[in-house]
């Protein structure tokens, strides 16, 4: 099944498959339940007429974003790359028991596909980050993903690992959409990751990976979140990046960031 948002004239409605579900359910009353409970429920569900007005992102504004590092060996070794003076921060990482998590963003500052990220104007080196974004219920369980774009200011984190939340966490610094697909955490395990970016109608970047190059389960990153944390409502979690541009490119203003996992696609202008 897959969810997805929309505006509609009174507030924001969801849908399933392209068909509008009961007005008023939400995103959070669905990850309060246990998966099991949660699939019979949405099961049960009438649905409506076909699902109209604009596409918003899965995030609700009361949930959360977290994100996840150095997951993917290319990942690790363009932080290495950026961080001469502490390349070994991002080595003991990749390799510890415990992985990289950090807060990256509250629901109501995510933005959606057509919305735009922006560019941290202390920033000079900015990229994007694809990632497979998983959604996690009350009790831990992985029950989907959405697309995520963690953007990132590459010169900022660079300059001192300490710098990590200025480098990721800004307005318009996370992108989630465009929708939800519900399926087991096993049936995420090698899925393709592409990433395109335009500038002036002309492709610039292109990069794939796959999530079978991650070093870390899927699973094993939740339950790292919900250690000693709780989250009644559920959460959004960034899996980390295997696609980093190199070294000599940064996003300008007016590039378009495409990034496609499992068939759909997220995509944002650059303001």
């Not at 509609?8 to 309060?32: E, I, K, V, Y």
């Not at 399926?183 to 970047?205: C, H, K, P, S, Y």
């Not at 496609?260 to 944002?268: E, R, T």
């Amino acid at each position: 099944m897959y969810l997805t948002r929309h505006t509609t004239p009174n507030a924001s409605q969801w849908a399933a498959d392209g068909h509008f579900l009961p007005r008023g359910l939400t995103l959070a009353s669905l990850l309060a339940l246990p998966a099991a409970a949660m699939s019979a429920a949405l099961a049960a569900m009438p649905t409506g007429e076909a699902a109209t007005g604009d596409p918003l992102t899965p995030v609700e504004p009361d949930l959360e974003v977290w994100g996840c590092g150095v997951t993917y060996l290319r990942s690790r070794d363009a932080r290495k790359a950026e961080s001469a003076s502490s390349a070994d921060v991002y080595q003991k990482v990749y390799e510890a028991e415990r992985p990289e998590i950090f807060f990256k963003s509250l629901g109501w500052r995510v933005v959606g596909g057509r919305e735009r990220v922006r560019l941290r104007q202390d920033s000079k080196w900015n990229v994007p980050e694809p990632e497979l974004t998983l959604v996690i219920n009350a009790h831990g369980e992985i029950v989907g993903y959405a697309i995520g774009n963690d953007m990132s200011s590459r010169d900022i984190e660079g300059e001192n690992p300490l710098y990590l939340p200025q480098a990721k966490t800004y307005t318009g610094s996370c992108a989630v959409g465009p929708g939800i697909r519900l399926v087991a955490a096993q049936d995420m395990t090698d899925l393709a990751i592409q990433m395109q970016i335009e500038r002036d109608a002309q492709v610039v970047f292109v990069g794939d990976t796959s999530t079978s190059k991650m070093k870390r389960s899927f699973q094993e990153l939740a339950d790292y979140l919900f250690r000693e944390m709780d989250f009644p409502n559920g959460v959004f979690l960034m899996t980390g990046t295997g696609i980093v541009p190199p070294e000599e490119f940064t996003l300008a203003s007016g590039d378009i960031v495409n990034i496609s996992i499992g068939g759909k696609s997220l995509n944002n202008r650059v303001a």
